[in-house]
């Protein structure tokens, strides 16, 4: 006789337990993203361009910045100031971020002139600009957290700024606490959250396909069918391919 | 090694500036935004080579 013992799936998806939080989550999260879609072996012929590496190039690049911002956090400011690995460290910090912000705008106006928002992408797009924006805020505060002169002039000088717009009451460019504070847990959290929405919407509704291939097919509805994967098989070629 | 990695710029000194009407910005940035901008058209031109040659 078979128990439940022996067979552990047996346990997940009984109908009395459907009305359940992580049921309805489950099937929500599958119907959403079906494993075929979220991690797929093939992509269309179209996604070969080098437009889209500098999405993957954005992505690595905040790895990096994350990365090297917490051993930054581990060993304090006179370290990055004054041990020679400390700034290295710290120079990495930088750069990536030169990086990051290189590769999303080359990606963010790549997708702006294919239209990305296309077929029901319009989310895709919008958490794609927002990352940006909230990027920025995010390398802002991060230049008035170096703990030196630098970030003192820049504080001094973005007051005035941002006093001007009412948003000085709970937002003090002078308050290196407060700064600090949003370099290293509201914006860096916000960050990841929006790339990661962002990936995961790619990967819900696809890559826009180009505007030849939509007219070719007389399609007005660009978007990608509800079934997995987001476009048809006939099209596809192994990832990196041009075919 | 030090005059091996030694900046390709003289950085010690008051910043460059390029002024357009009431729009100011350093060289470095406008350097930076050219960059950008000659990456993206590249990105755009150059084909996408695939793994092992194939096309």
Known sequence: MTTIADKPDAVIDLPEDAHQLTAKVRHAALDALPPGRLMPDRQPAYVASWIYVFGVVTVAALSVVIATGMVLAVFGPAWWHESPTGLFVNSLHLWSVEVFFFAMVVHLWGKFFMAAWRGRRRATWVTGVVSFVVSVGAAFTGYLSQQNFDSQWISTQAKDGINSTGAGAIFNVTNFGQMLMWHIVLLPLAVGVLVGGHILLVRRRGVVPPFAETAKKGRTDTAPADTAPPFEPVEAAPAGDRS | ?55
């Open chain 2, 1 to 55: 090694m030090r005059r091996m990695f030694a900046s390709l710029v003289n950085l010690n000194g008051p910043g460059h500036f390029v002024h357009w009407g009431f729009i100011q910005m350093s060289v470095a940035n406008l350097v930076v935004i050219g960059l950008m901008a000659v990456v993206f058209v590249a990105a755009i031109l150059i084909p996408f080579r695939g793994h092992g040659g194939r096309r």
